[in-house]
């Protein structure tokens, strides 16, 4: 069976990496193992019944971190694929991953100093957190079709500069050697971004519509809903709260998405639906708001408001992208159109020859609608006689008058045709005024003018985005994975991970010499308490060994007493450790 990874086109892939399970120390896998288990522990009883069989069916195992090539395997057998990616991808490569059905997994671990919960992205919450859930058909057909709607919802300026300031934040979060006064300076450009946000775009309501179904979603009754969202799935800890009466629970519908929510604090309220295929029917009404859907005027406005890249589309299924700046219309009509850089002209969504990003790198800009005098006849749909007429004939001077008084002077240079409808029209010597205004100087060079009447649809992000290529996300700056070597105390502390890993699968083997492997555990013990005594997830893992393979009277032996005495909640560093050991003690009993 192909790899999904190995099918996809090359501006996807570029987000791609090859997962490689060699950089996951005995700790990632131990910090996997504790939240799996405290899943497996709670999820049966509060998330939908098809969460285990899900968990199963998907690749997924409780003992270590997986593959993302076995997720992979797993979920091609329900339609959909996993592919590896680092970090936070760009939000419009996310989204095209899930419209083709392919699961994009962060293939970075949480620390166990953040095992309760990171907001960046990780192993954890993309494979564990959205991967169970796939093999239910409504839900996964709602997130193929979330993503086809996503895909085209405006986007602004703002909503770049918040998406990176997250990823920042996340990141810096993440990175074992960040110091307060970084993680300060990242919060703060967080801030910042929050604060210059004018308006709500299209793209922050689709966004909030995801984030309050697919992951933070509840489904079912109010009094007793069950989890589905990949974000409380992939952190017991905030599934437990959510599950309190101190979270309002409300019924799905649209309204969710006038919610805003914060991606570093628990939410004081979710959104039941009533059913998977709830989710479709408030997503229908959502997708009809959009500009992409009522095109015209109101379409306009929102794709110049957005000031990033967007495509107008125009009734000929010619697409103009770039990032549009003016637009005249009256009443209802359009007439004219103008985009700052880099732009691309489209045919059905695929750049039309020579009319890419190279040629148009710092504008364009066209009248369109019906010439004067033939308001009944559009220019598209006329023959070379009819053309001729008008001097559109290659090598001839050519006089426009549109409708709307707009003239455009030249000699044609190329007629464009697509499915024999007339689309574009390439000028040279060429000007193009109206009321005595100029808006196209022949010294320019040549003007490449568009032909359509009417803008039925606008919609963020580029038409062809492979030959667009990005113009807009700034690589990162930096990534979630550790960037310092380990201290010689973290790799003494991993080698005991290793070594209790492998004291762990010594015993699970049958005939195991089981007195040596606990004469090892006790120096092992030893060594932890001596060496490692804020370690509490290894002391757990080594209590949890010694109660599952040593009799009554082993049990009270001294090493195991002290060890027991040390796991006590009570004399835990911290609240949140003092929870996590509770947690992971209630697991053994």
Request: with cysteine; charged share 25%.
């Amino acid at each position: 069976m192909q790899r999904t990874l190995d099918r996809l086109p090359p501006y996807l892939r570029a987000y791609c990496t090859e997962h490689d399970t060699s950089k996951y120390t005995a700790r990632d896998h131990a910090a996997w193992r504790y939240i799996m288990r405290r899943a497996m522990d709670f999820f049966p009883e509060h998330a939908v019944s098809t969460y285990v069989p899900g968990f199963k069916k998907t690749g997924l195992r409780v003992d270590r971190i997986p593959h993302v090539d076995e997720i992979d395997h797993a979920l091609q057998d329900i339609g959909w694929g996993a592919v590896p990616v680092v970090g936070f991808i760009a939000p419009w490569a996310f989204i095209e991953f899930q419209a083709r059905k392919i699961l994009p997994i962060a293939t970075d671990m949480r620390s166990v100093e953040h095992i309760a919960y990171t907001p960046a992205p990780d192993i954890v919450h993309e494979a564990a957190g959205h991967a169970p859930i796939l093999p239910d058909k409504d839900y996964s057909d709602y997130l193929a079709y979330y993503a086809s709607l996503g895909s085209k919802a405006i986007y602004s300026k703002q909503d770049l500069m918040l998406y990176e300031a997250v990823r920042y934040l996340s990141d810096i979060k993440e990175k074992p050697e960040s110091t307060a006064v970084i993680i300060d300076g990242a919060e703060q450009r967080l801030q910042e971004a929050l604060k210059a946000f004018t308006y709500t775009s299209e793209q922050a309501l689709v966004a909030r519509m995801s984030w309050w179904t697919a992951e933070y979603g509840l489904v079912g009754s109010l009094e007793a809903p069950k989890i589905y969202g990949a974000g409380l799935l992939s952190s017991v800890g905030e599934s437990k709260h959510a599950m309190t009466s101190k979270v309002k629970k409300i019924r799905l519908n649209l309204d969710c998405i006038k919610y805003s929510y914060n991606i570093t604090e628990p939410q004081p309220q979710l959104f039941v639906a009533e059913s998977m295929q709830h989710l479709h029917d408030v997503l229908h009404e959502l997708d009809a708001m959009l500009a992409y859907r009522i095109g015209g005027i109101e379409a306009l406005k929102r794709g110049k408001e957005g000031e990033a890249v967007c495509t107008v589309e125009l009734n000929t299924k010619v697409g103009i992208t770039g990032r549009l700046t003016e637009f005249e219309a009256v009443g209802d009509r359009v007439d004219f159109i103008k985009f700052a850089g880099p732009v691309q002209i489209s045919y059905e969504n695929r750049e039309m020859e020579g009319q890419g990003t190279a040629r148009h790198a710092h504008g364009f800009s066209s009248p369109i609608g019906r010439l004067a005098g033939h308001t009944d006849r559009a220019l598209a749909s006329m023959n070379d006689n009819e053309l001729r007429e008008l001097g559109l004939a290659v090598n001839q001077n050519a006089k426009l008058r549109f409708a709307s008084g707009f003239e455009v002077s030249g000699r044609v240079l190329r007629l464009h045709r697509e499915k024999g409808q007339l689309v574009l029209v390439t000028f040279t010597d060429c000007s193009v005024r109206k009321s005595g205004q100029l808006y196209f100087d022949p010294a320019w060079g040549e003007f490449d003018m568009i032909v359509g009447d009417s803008v039925p649809s606008v919609y963020g992000g580029p038409a062809d985005r492979e030959k667009y290529g990005e113009q807009e996300i700034t690589p990162a700056a930096t990534t979630p994975a550790r960037s310092t070597p380990f201290t010689p105390e973290e790799l003494d502390g991993i080698s005991c991970y290793q070594k209790l890993r492998a004291l762990r699968d010594h015993l699970a083997r049958p005939g195991a010499d089981k007195k040596s492997a606990m004469s090892e555990l006790e120096q092992l013990a030893d060594t932890v308490g001596k060496h490692h005594p804020s370690e509490w997830l290894l002391q757990l893992e080594v209590y949890e060994l010694a109660r599952e393979h040593l009799d009554s009277q082993g049990l009270t032996s001294g090493w195991v007493r002290q060890l027991s005495q040390r796991l006590e909640p009570s004399k835990q560093a911290s609240d949140d450790t003092r929870e996590l050991v509770a947690e992971g003690l209630k697991l053994l009993h």
